[in-house]
């Protein structure tokens, strides 16, 4: 997303690269401050972080409107984050490039979604420290020729896509001779591009690749050693609005994160990865 990345894609995360900037918002009191709920914004259509989903099963959380539910990593993050506060968890199915805006709103409290903090959307956003640290990988078809590539600088001349606004399409770049195909914004439609042959290779995060070659027979994964991968962050964190970060609000949810150890986010991922529905 990031968006990493499934992706693969800042996909659908992020999990890495996209959001416009606005460095000139003013401090304010977010609306977790004002009400009863903490309000989140994201995809719902980037397992394992977060799926939509027609059953709420055990850690689903109802979108508005009767569209679902929503699961995934980034809400049983969430929903940890909200019991600390005292407060009912609501989460809004947002494409990824409405995540700033909404927030710069007040629509939402705040972004989980598998957003990767960077130079370009520190300007416009406050993030808190990390709450997943990934490795970046690619999806290929299992029965290809990429298959057995071992250095990202093997895919020159070949097809590679990734997440439209995204760290997963910019990275792409890295590599020499890339064919670099267009984006797409969603990552379902990636893995089509990749069945239909439009693309030979997508740009992921390994927990999302995980769960698209357990759903999807035909694909796999590759992993890259030190300094043969690419030279990307795939740590992801929480967004909150512009210039708050002095705010107790803000000092609350970062507290709140910090109470979730180690140990207990990388079961979390387990169990979404174990749990995520099978890509179409």
Same mark, same amino acid.
């Given at each position: 997303? &990031?968006?990493?990345?499934? *992706?693969?894609? #800042?996909?659908? /995360? ?47 959380? *109802? ?16 929903? &940890? ?10 989460? +809004? ?8 805006? *909404? ?13 990767? #903090? ?24 299992? =029965? ?9 600088? =093997? ?5 590679? @896509?990734?997440? &439209? ?5 910019? @990275? ?35 927990? /999302? ?31 909150? +609005? ?16 910090? &109470? ?10 387990? =169990? ?9």
């Amino acid at each position: 997303m &990031k968006k990493m990345r499934f *992706a693969a894609a #800042a996909l659908a /995360v992020c999990m890495l690269a996209g959001c416009s900037s606005n460095g000139g918002s003013t401090a304010s009191t977010s609306t977790a401050d004002e009400s009863g709920t903490f309000t989140v914004g994201m995809e719902c259509n980037y397992a394992p972080f977060n799926w939509q989903t027609a059953e709420q099963g055990e850690n689903g959380v *109802a979108l508005p409107s009767g569209a679902g539910y929503c699961d995934g990593y980034d809400v049983r993050i969430s929903k &940890k984050i909200a019991d600390e506060l005292g407060k009912e968890l609501v989460v +809004k199915k947002i494409s990824w490039d409405g995540l700033q805006p *909404a927030l710069d709103s007040g629509e939402i409290d705040a972004i989980v979604a598998g957003m990767t #903090a960077n130079d370009e959307r520190e300007e416009g956003i406050d993030f808190t420290t990390p709450y997943y640290e990934s490795q970046m990988v690619m999806i290929v078809p299992k =029965d290809s020729e990429v298959a057995s590539f071992t250095d990202i600088q =093997d895919f020159g001349g070949h097809k590679v @896509i990734g997440q &439209k606004n995204t760290n997963y399409d910019t @990275i792409i770049d890295q590599i020499e001779g890339v064919e670099h195909v267009t984006p797409k914004a969603f990552y379902p439609e990636l893995i089509l591009a990749l069945q239909t042959g439009e693309a030979e290779a997508i740009t992921a995060e390994l927990p /999302v690749a995980k769960g698209i070659a357990e759903a999807n027979p035909d694909l796999t994964y590759i992993t890259f050693e030190d300094g043969k991968g690419f030279d990307v962050d795939t740590t992801v964190s929480i967004g909150l +609005k512009n210039n708050t970060r002095d705010t107790q609000s803000f000092k609350d949810i970062q507290a709140a994160l910090d &109470k979730i150890d180690q140990e207990t986010r990388e079961q979390i991922m387990l =169990d979404a990865v174990n749990e995520a529905p099978t890509a179409d």
